[in-house]
């Protein structure tokens, strides 16, 4: 090939290169017929009138192709049509052009031509009509900044192109989805606010227009969403209010107008200033990103000193205006503007304030009497060793309670009213009994209502002595790991699952996440991201960890990547301590797979996990039990049993957990009942508000009544 190459003559490599230049452009343009084509007249329709190096605006003819209010009240209607294919002047055709191609590109990919066509123009001449009727009806209010632009004429498609990209968002998938609309949001508001052109107004109007339009035009392609903003889509949220201020500092400096909040040229913003801003916001960014409960805080304190400050200088404005004495309006709609955000995001961050319960490294979880800390729990759980669950009984969003003698301790939430134990206490052998007695008693001077979630039939006869009552709400899955070898046709499935990623180049590896390359942990947070968002349905937590706590040195991650690098699915597993520091078996947390990739990753992601922990000598993994779920060969049921049975199976269309079970069987496992012990009946309201709050912690009552409604309806349909 190299010499062929070397033999051809000058002219002849030329004119492959151009032959490979049309076949690419050919391609393109099948793919995007729209968006080619309108780029393509834009650069032609430069080149000939010469708009491409002189400036339109200072042609004669100009304002009898620019669109504004002067064009549309002397009866040039064309105008719309003929000005969106120019720039202002030659340094705008490369945003222009570029940010067209950009953003109609992307929505005639996802959308198709025809429903890209209707949006981009439909947009276009709703945000030139929309702007034009806002000013007619403000010109003659003596507002400045409306009679300035009620005189202006304009050219550009930018308010088409941002028209469809606000529609092709209802169709991107989570996290995509809300990171879009936060960056148009921030873009459209600061432009809108500080700057205020003419082109700032259209793109407002169109877009605001377009977003809510677009679930209606992308019916059939957006995916379902239920429920109320997840923790992350919280975190985005007060980013997204950090970043639009940081953004607005650096505009109001770098770039003084007259906008629709008056002169912004008057603003005293010296460099030292806003390299501070700029500094402190990134500060913020990073720890609201994480979820940071100490930025959180720190934010909350700011934005509140803001909002503080601007109703004390509300107050002395009405004070000064009682005696006689009315203040100057200079500079205060910017003041009021400022204001306002600070005290959106203020808003945003007590309204969103679970999604901030991540711990500084540096501090210690307090609790009630007898609370101690994270490292103390670990350390006697590597001591005295645990059960299945035990592991999650060291995650920072619980509290720990120390018995008096400092040898064993059980982990809780604090939810509605009640002190939720989770799993087995932790201690020597024999300790469970004298555990659960010292909790409740804790619990009951904390006005708080005791029960344990989860516990093995142990704890549950510990219970009984104190008068409790208990009944099953889950079953661990066990795999015994000695002599596990995945023969014989009962395991036939698990074989092909194994033998198809071999076929297809997917490998596995079992790591510590934490020690993985950065581009490794975001690629494993992407996936995890895609599952969480498109389900359409609120986070869960509690029992169910994620990436973060999958972060854990201690934890083990299984990674199943193909030849070329691409990540296909994930699995963690926490560590069951057998006492004196020994793991003795794992328990399966996070499950994710790529979406579109190879479907039996998870089948093989665990054998494969099952054999590598086999070769280490532990004694057993956990699959870990799926609420609401049981085998149901134990005969008859009654009485609150057969209400959860049938709660599991109301469930089962939004979370599938009893899917989840029966996939687990797969594996030939053996089960071990999981239990809820409670003091009486009356505790059993309480108790179910809860653990609906922790499991469910940013989700109203509302949206659960209406995610039970809206699978049975379906069905029914």
């Given amino acids: 090939m190299a010499e062929q190459t070397a033999k051809r003559t000058p002219s002849e490599q030329l004119a492959r290169v151009m032959n490979t230049a049309r076949l690419g452009a050919g391609a ?80 005639e990919w996802r959308l198709g031509t025809r429903r890209t066509a209707l949006v981009t123009v439909g947009g276009q001449l709703v945000g030139i009509v929309g702007a034009t009727l806002a000013l007619l009806a403000v010109r003659h209010t003596g507002w400045p900044w409306a009679v300035r632009l009620a005189e202006q004429l304009d050219v550009g498609f930018s308010a088409g192109a941002l028209a469809a990209i606000a529609v092709a968002s209802a169709v991107v998938r989570s996290p995509w989805r809300l990171r879009l609309r936060l960056a148009l949001g921030v873009y459209l508001l600061v432009s809108s606010m500080y700057v205020g052109t003419l082109a700032d107004l259209e793109q407002l109007v169109s877009t605001l227009v377009a977003l809510p339009a677009g679930r209606a035009l992308t019916r059939d392609r957006a995916p379902e969403r239920s429920g109320g903003p997840s923790r992350r889509e919280w975190r985005l949220l007060a980013v997204a209010g950090v970043v639009f201020i940081a953004v607005s500092t650096v505009v109001l400096w770098l770039m003084p107008s007259d906008g629709p909040l008056g002169s912004t040229a008057g603003v005293d913003e010296s460099w030292l200033d806003v390299v501070v801003t700029l500094l402190l916001a990134g500060l913020l960014v990073g720890g609201l990103r994480k979820g940071r409960r100490t930025a959180w805080w720190w934010a909350v304190v700011i934005a509140g000193l803001n909002v503080a400050l601007g109703l004390a200088v509300a107050m002395l404005v009405a004070v000064a205006s009682a005696l006689g004495q009315p203040a100057t309006l200079e500079g205060v709609p910017l003041f009021v503007a400022d204001r306002l955000v600070w005290a959106v995001l203020l808003v945003i961050l007590l309204a969103g304030r679970q999604a901030f319960q ?43 309670f120390l018995t008096a003698d400092g040898q064993s301790y059980l982990a809780y939430q604090r939810h509605a009213g009640v002190a939720i134990g989770l799993g087995d206490p932790v201690g020597p052998p024999g300790s469970h009994a004298s555990t659960v007695v010292e909790f409740a008693r804790m619990a009951e001077r904390s006005a708080l209502v005791p029960c344990l979630f989860s516990v093995t039939s142990a704890t549950a006869a510990a219970t009984d002595g104190l008068g409790w009552q208990h009944v099953q709400v889950a079953e661990d899955t066990l ?29 596995f590896r079992l790591v510590r996440l934490a020690d993985e390359p950065r581009p490794v942990v975001e690629r494993v947070r992407a996936i995890s991201e895609e599952w969480v968002g498109d389900k359409g349905l609120p986070e869960m937590g509690f029992t169910l960890g994620g990436v973060d706590e999958a972060l854990d040195p201690r934890v083990r991650v299984g990674l199943a990547q193909d030849a070329g690098g691409t990540l296909e699915g994930v699995t963690s597993w926490l560590p069951v301590y057998g006492g004196d520091g020994r793991v003795r078996g794992w328990t399966l947390d996070v499950m994710r797979r790529r979406q579109d990739g190879f479907r039996a990753v998870v089948e093989f992601l665990i054998a494969s996990s099952c054999l590598a922990f086999q070769a280490e000598g532990a004694e057993f993994v956990s699959l870990s039990g799926a609420p609401l779920a049981r085998t149901e060969d134990e005969g008859p049921v009654a009485g609150l049993q057969r209400v959860l049975d049938g709660l599991g199976a109301a469930m089962e269309p939004l979370y599938g957990f009893r899917s989840l079970h029966t996939f687990k069987a797969k594996f030939r496992p053996r089960y071990v009942p999981m239990y809820l012990s409670y003091r009486d009946e009356g505790d059993l309201p309480r108790i179910g508000v809860a653990l609906t709050r922790a499991y469910l912690p940013d989700t109203r009552v509302r949206e659960l009544v209406r995610l039970g409604y809206a699978p049975a309806r379906t069905g029914s349909e």
């Avoid at 329709?45 to 009898?64: D, E, K």
């Fill in 479 to 507: 795999v015994d790991l000695p002599g596990l070898t995945f023969t014989g046709k009962a395991w036939q499935n698990i074989r092909s699952a194994m033998n198809r990623a071999a076929k297809q180049g997917v490998s």
């Fill in 28 to 107: 393109l343009w099948r793919r995007m017929p729209f968006t080619t084509t309108t780029v393509a007249l834009m650069l032609a329709i430069g080149i000939a009138t010469g708009s491409l190096w002189h400036p339109v605006t200072g042609r004669p003819w100009y304002p009898q192709i620019a669109y504004g209010l002067p064009a549309l009240a002397e009866g040039r209607w064309w105008t719309p049509v003929t000005s969106s294919l120019f720039a202002p002047s030659p340094l705008s055709y490369l945003p222009m052009a570029g940010g067209f191609a950009l953003l109609v590109g992307f929505t």
């Fill in 358 to 400: 991540t711990p500084s490294r540096r501090r210690l979880r307090r609790g009630g009497p007898g609370a101690t800390d994270r490292e103390t729990a670990t350390g006697l759980l590597t001591r005295h060793g645990g059960g299945t669950l035990s592991w999650m009984s060291t995650w920072p969003a619980n509290s720990w």
